[in-house]
């Protein structure tokens, strides 16, 4: 299958500060991107999709202010928590589909912890 | 509202003893569900796309089928590394809406 990196793993961040995730699709072109966010022993919830070059669409609740998706190339979207508070540690997750694809290829989560 | 509702929650097996997951769906236009494995820690991996009722498909120990109303995922003669949470996803329009998935551990 296509594969997904996502970049860092895991960072740790003073509350006040921003944070940026990065997901690239190595080896396809990716046409849409989203980012989910997963709390212990919970599913994952979708926070935004992004395509190629628009602004980023949010799920009901979730603040684009704080949660900021640039997706500038067909291979690269960031995704920036801004001004993190400890509520915001969590485990994020991005995917990616490419054209023609209906399967979505996750990359291998980023669990972040504001202290 | 589209509802994805997967069970049980927690499923432990010993080795070689089969099994079977269910994810029962309620959406309007569904284009496909899907199954993924999520190991801790990690972010989930494609495991089958389903698009019809009646479709089937199969990778090592594992088998996938959809009807109208619900989806199995099961587990023939499971191995310890077989270990991991069961995702199941259904694709309305664009999106992914994911069930709470199942914990499956299976004992040597």
């Known amino acids: 299958g296509a594969v997904v990196s996502q970049h860092p793993s895991w960072v740790i961040c003073k509350s006040g500060t921003s944070v940026k995730i990065e997901c690239r699709s190595l080896?396809?072109?990716?046409?849409?991107m989203f980012w989910y966010r997963q709390f212990p022993k919970q599913s994952l919830m979708l926070m935004a999709t992004s395509n190629e070059g628009s602004k980023a669409t949010y799920e009901q609740g979730v603040e684009k202010d704080k949660f900021l998706i640039n997706h500038a190339s067909l291979t690269l979207s960031t995704l920036t928590v801004t001004s993190a508070h400890p509520e915001d540690s969590s485990f994020y997750i991005c995917s990616a589909t490419g054209t023609g694809n209906t399967e979505a290829f996750f990359g291998q989560g980023t669990r972040l912890t504001v202290v | 509202e589209d509802q994805v509702t997967q069970s049980p929650e927690a499923l432990r097996l010993q080795e070689g003893e089969s099994s079977s997951l269910n994810c029962s769906y309620t959406?309007?236009?569904?284009?496909?569900l899907f199954w993924y494995r999520q190991d801790p820690g990690k972010g989930p991996e494609f495991l089958f796309t389903l698009y019809s009722a009646g479709e089937e498909k199969e990778k090592e120990r594992l088998k996938a089928t959809l009807t109208k109303k619900e989806s199995f995922l099961h587990i023939t003669a499971p191995k310890p590394e077989d270990s991991a949470t069961y995702l199941c996803?259904?694709?309305?329009?664009?999106?992914?809406?994911f069930g709470a998935g199942t914990t499956v551990t299976v004992r040597a």
């Open positions: 996803a259904v694709q309305v329009n664009y999106k992914l809406s």
């Open positions: 080896d396809f072109q990716a046409t849409t």
């Open positions: 959406v309007s236009g569904l284009r496909g």
